[in-house]
């Protein structure tokens, strides 16, 4: 089993930028994506971020051009940088990952805690 622990969270005004790193540990394997996933109070879980094995990415329309997904495979740590955030990026964000292939969107297994998002006007 995948375990994984989110950091990195808080709160900023908007135009500002925040930086989440997601930790995996236990039984982790390459060739699977990961994702950042986010959702807002009285609304369905988007995806915002993935990332394959080859470390091709792909984004929401909303976040193309501010948000950056990475990997660091030495540390089996899953990054986000957002950047000119917006008070509507605000909200609960959460990491995944695969436990088979699946493509960008495909099926994502396991799951972090989350990490709370406020931005501010």
């Known amino acids: 089993q995948v375990q994984l622990v989110e950091s990195g969270g808080g709160a900023v005004q908007a135009g500002g930028s925040l930086r989440l790193s997601c930790a995996a540990s236990?039984?982790?394997?390459?060739?699977?994506?990961m994702a950042w996933f986010r959702q807002a109070p009285g609304k369905a879980r988007e995806g915002v971020a993935a990332?394959?094995?080859?470390?091709?990415?792909n984004y929401a329309d909303s976040v193309k051009g501010r948000f950056t997904i990475s990997k660091d495979y030495a540390k089996k740590t899953l990054y986000l940088q957002m950047n000119s955030l917006k008070p509507e990026d605000a909200g609960q964000y959460y990491c995944?990952?695969?436990?088979?292939?699946?493509?960008?969107?495909?099926?994502?297994?396991?799951w972090g805690q989350g990490t709370q998002v406020t931005v501010s006007s």
């Open positions: 990332i394959d094995q080859n470390g091709n990415t």
């Open positions: 236990g039984y982790t394997v390459s060739g699977r994506s």
């Open positions: 995944a990952s695969q436990n088979q292939h699946g493509g960008f969107w495909g099926t994502y297994r396991y």
